[in-house]
């Protein structure tokens, strides 16, 4: 069994966005900003990730579909302390806390100050695909495959499509398209 060792770069963006398309690009939506807790699991076969290697990917991911820049991601298992943990997973895991615009629900309660502030927002096209100029290639499959199915729902998006094939502990026959339109907010000062 052969695995291969990817270790990323902190300025790798990973996901494409352009703008969208009719009346959403002129008409802005009102939304507030929704503090998300999540723990991330990667048990990827095919490539394995340093924590730092993961995190970035994972920081580059979240930033590209709208999450506000004060995102806090802490990588699980990579303490010096825990060596015989991190041997009995199969790669780092994270602990993700962000900010990303949702629709207004009167049944939603601030986590913390400033969770909940009013913002504008529109939803815009975004697109996950093999791309070598921003860091994402067949060897990331299993890794957006995890990002779909753990982080993107939790995320303001609408007409989501997705083809991932993923082919355990080889390259060939891999393959990963995700589109779709997530909820971004107006560029202003706090995003």
């Known amino acids: 069994m052969r695995s291969l060792w990817v270790v990323a770069c902190s300025s790798a963006l990973l996901v494409s966005s352009a703008a ?20 991330f699991f990667y048990m990827g076969r095919t490539s394995r990730y340093s924590c730092e290697g993961l995190r970035d990917k994972m920081r580059a991911m979240l930033l590209q579909l709208g999450v ?42 601030p986590l913390r ?8 927002a529109r939803f815009e096209v975004f697109t996950i695909t093999r791309d070598a100029f921003r860091n994402m290639d067949i060897g990331d499959c299993e890794l957006v495959e995890e990002f779909v199915h753990q982080v993107l729902h939790k995320l303001a998006t609408r007409d989501v499509k997705e083809d991932i094939t993923c082919v355990p502990d080889q390259q060939s026959g891999s393959r990963f398209f995700v589109r779709g339109e997530v909820l971004k907010g107006v560029s202003g000062p706090s995003n």
Not at 20 to 39: F, I, M, S, T
């Open 68 to 109: 506000r820049r004060d995102l806090r991601i802490m990588p699980l298992g990579c303490e010096d302390a825990a060596p015989r943990a991190r041997l009995k997973s199969l790669g780092p895991n994270l602990e993700l806390v962000f900010s990303s615009p949702a629709l207004p629900d009167a049944a939603l309660r």
């Open 20 to 39: 969208p398309a009719g009346d959403d690009a002129r008409n802005p939506v009102q939304a507030v900003w929704k503090e998300q807790h999540l723990q």
């Open 113 to 120: 100050p400033g969770d909940l502030a009013a913002v504008e």
